[in-house]
């Protein structure tokens, strides 16, 4: 009986050391608007020195905590790694190129389906069902997402494609860190990171910014990507997968909070009402599922 009730409370710790893992990641993606809005550049120079930032954060933590020996995990990504790696260094110029060609409503609208499209996906490779009342809390968070921005006809067929594109890639994602809990995290997120900067190479500015760009681009770059990327793989392994994908839902109505507080600018009733509503789906569904 004191093994099994130890066994549970492991359970229990484990559980809610990944939901603030995940709720971490989420915070730190939130402040992505923020950040390409205070620092005074183009996008591609934006993304070449938040990543720069961004890997040399994962390998000074990997040399501080492992030594040199920490080195050896980027051999041990394995094919699951290096498939986490791909999706990762495609998903997230195929959001940046959607918000260029379509609307950020149909982004948006788009992005809110990665719940269900997790669960689904989540069911199919690892036969992980979803309890009813994460199935609804997702449906209420894509209702929510629709009252925030609104249906919009603005939006292009190749923008909505690559919005549709990033958020399977998501949730491909989320089932792979969560299928695979030995990816090293920390070398999955700096090779991803790095990919990324040469992606963008041929068009970012390569000098050094200015004092204060610069010094935006390294929060950006260490909060983003180290807090994001890496907390995130290390979360997602330790709770369902359609909960990761549920607490992932919170960035859309957390972002205008952070532009409120830093900028002053008031949200709109309806991004208010929308975002109460993902806000009350979500953690509704944690309640729920904590009682059981």
Do not use: C, K
Not at 96 to 120: E, K, N, Q, R
Not at 179 to 196: H, K, M, Q, S
């Amino acid at each position: 009986m004191a093994t099994s009730a130890q066994g549970s409370a492991i359970v229990v710790t484990d559980r809610r050391l990944g939901l603030a893992m995940v709720f971490t990641s989420t915070l730190a993606w939130s402040t992505a608007g923020l950040f390409i809005r205070a620092a005074d550049t183009d996008l591609a120079t934006i993304i070449f020195w938040r990543g720069i930032f961004g890997v040399l954060g994962m390998l000074a933590v990997i040399l501080i905590f492992q030594g040199w020996r920490g080195l050896a995990s980027f051999l041990r990504l394995g094919r699951a790694g290096w498939a986490y790696v791909l999706i990762s260094a495609v998903t997230l110029p195929a959001y940046l190129a959607s918000l260029h060609l379509t609307s950020i409503a149909h982004v948006a609208i788009i992005y809110a389906t990665v719940p269900l499209m997790t669960a689904g996906l989540a069911w199919l490779v690892l036969r992980e069902s979803a309890p009813r009342s994460a199935i609804v809390a997702a449906i209420l968070a894509l209702i929510g997402a629709v009252i925030m921005v609104g249906l919009s006809d603005e939006g292009t067929m190749l923008g909505d494609v690559l919005a549709l594109a990033m958020t399977f890639g998501m949730a491909v994602l989320v089932v792979l860190a969560r299928r695979n809990p030995e990816i090293p995290a920390l070398a999955a997120g700096a090779v991803a990171t790095a990919l990324t900067v040469l992606a963008v190479l041929p068009w970012a500015a390569t000098a050094l910014p200015a004092t204060d760009t610069i010094i935006i681009l390294a929060i950006f770059g260490l909060s983003n990507s180290l807090l994001g990327f890496a907390v995130f793989i290390l979360g997602s392994r330790r709770i369902p997968a359609i909960e990761t994908a549920l607490i992932g839902a919170l960035e859309a109505p957390i972002a205008p909070i952070w532009v409120w507080l830093m900028f002053g600018e008031t949200p709109q009733p309806a991004t208010l009402l929308g975002g109460a509503i993902v806000f009350a789906a979500v953690f509704w569904h944690i309640f729920q599922s904590a009682r059981s």
